[in-house]
């Protein structure tokens, strides 16, 4: 006879993720749902991009070439209301960081015991179905605009320029004394980007988790209108979240194409 969790059990159980240790110490354990379920997401994401490509129209679109549009329109207003142009990397960047962002962060519209329940009957005791609610996952996402932002950066003004920027921001180096206070700035500056993008992106998924995982444990009849209502503010927290990434995102790299 199956086991019954109380309240702390079954909220506890949920927020353990399915993990695979390859090594000792905890840098070797892989959380594999984070990693199954983001690039489920991401094929999702490239596998509708690639047929809408391979069967674009310039008659009458279908259905799901006109949402495809949609979105490039959404996202391209976004490029040229910041960077005053088309900037097609950056645009490219931006539309994909928006849309599997959204789908991963999507996940947690789920029923909170559906894919767990399922996994189970596979062995599969502990899941988590929402990447984004890992913070593993969200430092990934972040650090890898970090590193763009790096190459953005040397792309545009050279690698002695970059240099430059860095002794030379905020303040005119004038004084032997503004270069390390510019330097210390530039580098609080720079690290300040991945982590707010991660920790914003974590906090706010992590949290509409666990208010589901919680609206769980009422009764059956005692859960529904609050799971409804949570339910469709979630829906806008999610799709905030995914326009929070991408936009930031965009903005940085327009500040690493400026020059002096």
């Given at each position: 006879m199956a086991k019954v969790l109380t309240s702390k059990e079954y909220i506890l159980h949920?927020?353990?993720?399915?993990?695979?240790?390859?090594?000792?110490?905890?840098?070797?354990?892989?959380?594999?749902?984070?990693?199954?379920?983001?690039?489920l997401m991401g094929l999702i994401v490239v596998g509708v991009y690639l047929y809408c490509a391979a069967r674009i129209t310039s008659g009458v679109p279908s259905r799901l070439q006109s949402f495809a549009e949609l979105l490039f329109d959404f996202v391209n207003t976004q490029i040229k209301d910041t960077f005053g142009h088309e900037d097609r990397f950056a645009g490219a960047l931006a539309l994909v960081i928006f849309t599997w962002v959204f789908l991963m962060n999507f996940m947690d519209l789920i029923p909170v015991d559906l894919i767990p329940q399922i996994l189970h009957l596979f062995g599969v005791n502990y899941v988590r179905v929402v990447p984004t609610?890992?913070?593993n996952m969200t430092f990934a996402l972040s650090l890898t605009v970090f590193f763009i932002l790096i190459g953005t950066n040397i792309y545009y003004k050279g690698f002695l320029g970059y240099v430059?920027?860095?002794?030379?921001?905020?303040f005119?180096?004038?004084?032997?004394?503004?270069?390390?206070?510019?330097?210390?700035l530039v580098i609080i500056e720079e690290l300040a980007k991945p982590i707010s993008l991660s920790l914003r992106l974590f906090g706010n998924l992590y949290a509409g988790e666990l208010i589901f995982i919680l609206i769980a444990t009422l009764p059956w009849y005692a859960m529904i209108v609050p799971q409804s209502i949570w339910l469709i503010f979630h829906i806008l927290v999610i799709t905030l979240q995914a326009f929070v990434f991408m936009i930031l995102t965009i903005v940085y790299i327009s500040m690493a194409k400026e020059t002096h």
């Open positions: 949920h927020l353990e993720n399915w993990q695979v240790s390859l090594g000792q110490g905890d840098f070797w354990t892989l959380n594999v749902d984070t990693l199954l379920f983001s690039v609610t890992d913070m430059k920027h860095i002794f030379s921001h905020p005119p180096p004038q004084f032997i004394i503004t270069i390390p206070i510019n330097f210390f």
